[in-house]
């Protein structure tokens, strides 16, 4: 709707709609999921107000119908705010419809991470609106380019009729997922670790999931799909961690996945199924990338079910043999809705380069830690650190003398100067930071022989739990060398056996630097560029792997997973699991 104005035949004065947020009916899953009615589940979802113009476009998604595969550019439908809520029974000839289920799902992603970090969320690119193409090829895959500023949707003929990723929930939230990430952490698609080289695939499977978890009417429904949301109660065996796993978490992944075979979905279904093995961290078939991802999620969803079920237990039986739906939802809801806090604003507490999973995990305890110091309730660390550890991944902080295990050390004990610095311009001026950095280089460890730059000053405002306000500034600096292989000993590094002396590359290094609301550092988590102990077996790697001197697209990673058939077969056979092509 335009500004307000006067509507001339009816003499009457048209005001906008004013309210923050608005409703949208989505398509819960996708289209194969049918709820007791044998209708296609919906969910309906709140998402931040405004004015829209046709396609919708709006202030950060833009959606456009062009299918390059047929070369045609669909009008949009005239905006009605009316319509936010219709789903159509034809879900598959209304494009109007698709339009709006994929720019509501991405608004609701955005502002997910816009909630967590406490602040507003740019995507990778430069500029603010990111074009979202619904029907953009022909072909059964999906992904997001940084070149193009854009989400490509594509759709394919299944056996009942063209199956289209615009309406799949987890697709539209892992695409998404890999275009805020980017913005954040520009430095993760660089090659660098399997870690590094895992962590995006698995992040946005688990943003996807639990997107889907937080979502009321999904948990209910999908605990029994025979039978009515409308029923109060369910038979406690349907609540035993087997039945749940394989109920909900592998129920729904498993649906999610037949449809996107061989793109998405397929990874979140083998995670949910991945028996508790701590070898798996070192484990040869768990080098490969897209594998590895997968023990991430795993990690994160083993912690997930682990809690839900102590809070299911916790509720007890109301009539003999059967519990309350409501609670089971409202611990499955607001357990992923928690979780899902906490993995977006571990991303403020990693370091901005070379990302291990014991960096994440730290990151996610030390972040849920500053908000929530007493965690005794549900124990939400505790269950992840044990769902890292069941494959074999530790807390890349190890000072155990803390009053938890795996925390980041503070900053508070260094011998830091303030002086010279301005608190205020500290919280948002880049120069300003680089002094204080430059000033303290010595206590810091930060190399001043590599070209460094803070990249990034991000004021925060998140809630505590005891309801104030806590702010927090977080800053990000890169460092980088250019190097020739033969300086590598005299800078105390490791020459990889057969590398040839006169190759070039650069190396990085790099810290986020977290002040609190008085301007004092917090937290200094970083990644010295002239550490032997992470550096040489990343050289290692990289040498081995290839990608010293490259950066991957997102697109290409999904198209590997294509090509190279990175599935599970049918059959149930082993997944090939070779190592990333060299580059
Ligand atoms: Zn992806």
């Keep these: ?7 001339a035949a009816r003499q009457v004065v048209i005001v906008p ?49 062009y299918d390059a595969s047929r070369q045609i550019l669909y009008k949009p439908a005239p905006q009605r705010e009316s319509d ?25 992603v955005l502002a997910r991470f816009e909630r967590s970090l406490g602040r507003r969320v740019g995507w990778s690119f430069l500029g603010h609106q990111l074009t979202v193409a619904p029907h953009a090829f022909l072909d059964l895959n999906a992904y997001y380019s940084k070149e193009d500023r854009a989400l490509f949707f594509g759709y394919y003929p299944g056996d009942d009729g063209n199956v289209f990723t615009c309406l799949s929930h987890e697709v539209i939230a892992h695409e998404t997922t890999h275009a805020l990430v980017d913005g954040l952490r520009p ?72 449809v996107m075979y061989g793109t998405h979905g397929v990874a979140l279904r083998r995670s949910i199924t991945l028996p508790s093995d701590p070898q798996s961290a070192d484990s040869e078939q768990f080098k490969e990338p897209h594998r590895r991802g997968e023990l991430l999620a795993a990690a994160v969803l083993g912690a997930f079910l682990k809690i839900w079920k102590k809070r299911i237990d916790q509720f007890g039986e109301l009539e003999h043999g059967k519990v309350s739906r409501l609670g089971v939802v409202d611990g499955a809801v607001e357990t992923a809705d928690r979780l899902l806090t906490i993995v977006i604003r571990a991303l403020d507490y990693c370091p901005p380069n070379d990302l291990l999973f014991g960096d994440f995990l730290s990151a996610m305890l030390t972040a849920d830690y500053e908000l929530y110091p007493d965690d005794s309730r549900y124990r939400y660390r505790d269950a992840l650190r044990e769902g890292f550890a069941s494959f074999g991944f530790r807390p890349a902080a190890r000072n155990m003398t803390q009053e938890e295990p795996g925390l980041w050390i503070g900053a508070a004990d260094l011998p830091l100067i303030y002086k010279r610095t301005h608190h205020d311009s500290m919280g948002r001026n880049p120069d300003e930071v680089f002094r204080f950095l430059w000033e303290n280089r010595v206590a810091l460890r930060v190399n ?10 991000w004021p925060c405002y998140r809630v505590g739990s005891d309801g104030f306000f806590l702010h927090e500034t977080v800053a990000v600096y890169s460092q980088q060398m250019k190097i020739a292989a033969r300086e590598l000993r005299a800078l105390g590094l490791k020459k990889p056996s ?31 560029i002239l550490s032997p102990k992470r550096q040489n077996p990343r050289l290692e790697y990289l040498w081995t792997y290839g990608g010293l001197n490259s950066k ?12 190279r058939h990175d599935i599970t077969p049918a059959d149930g056979g082993e997944p090939d699991a070779e190592t990333e092509p060299a580059e």
């Design 1 to 7: 709707m335009p500004p307000s104005k006067i509507d």
């Design 448 to 457: 001043d022989d590599a070209y460094t730059k803070v990249e990034a000053v």
């Design 498 to 528: 057969d590398m040839p002396p006169d190759l070039q590359f650069t190396i990085y290094g790099g810290g986020t630097l977290i002040f609190d609301e008085s301007g004092r550092l917090k937290y200094n988590v970083r990644k010295r």
């Design 84 to 108: 936010s809520l219709k789903v159509p029974d034809n879900l598959e000839g209304d494009r109007a419809f698709h339009a709006r289920n994929v720019y509501a799902i991405i608004m609701r």
């Design 17 to 65: 709609n004013l309210q923050p947020t608005c409703k949208y009916r989505i398509v819960a899953l996708d289209p194969s999921i049918v709820g007791a009615d044998k209708k296609v589940l919906t969910a309906e979802i709140e998402i931040p107000n405004e004015q829209l113009s046709p396609g919708p476009r709006g202030y950060r998604v833009q959606v456009v119908d």
């Design 187 to 258: 430095n993760y698609t660089y090659p660098s670790s399997a870690d590094q080289a895992a962590f995006h695939e698995g992040f946005a499977d688990i943003v996807a999931l639990l997107s889907v978890l937080s979502l009321r009417e999904v948990v209910s429904a999908a605990l029994d799909l025979e039978i009515s949301p409308k029923e109060e109660l369910i038979r406690s065996t349907r609540l035993t961690e087997k039945a749940l796993k394989e109920g909900v978490l592998l129920g729904l992944a498993q649906q999610v996945g037949e």
């Design 552 to 563: 991957k697209s997102f697109a290409a990673l999904h198209l590997e997973r294509v090509v």
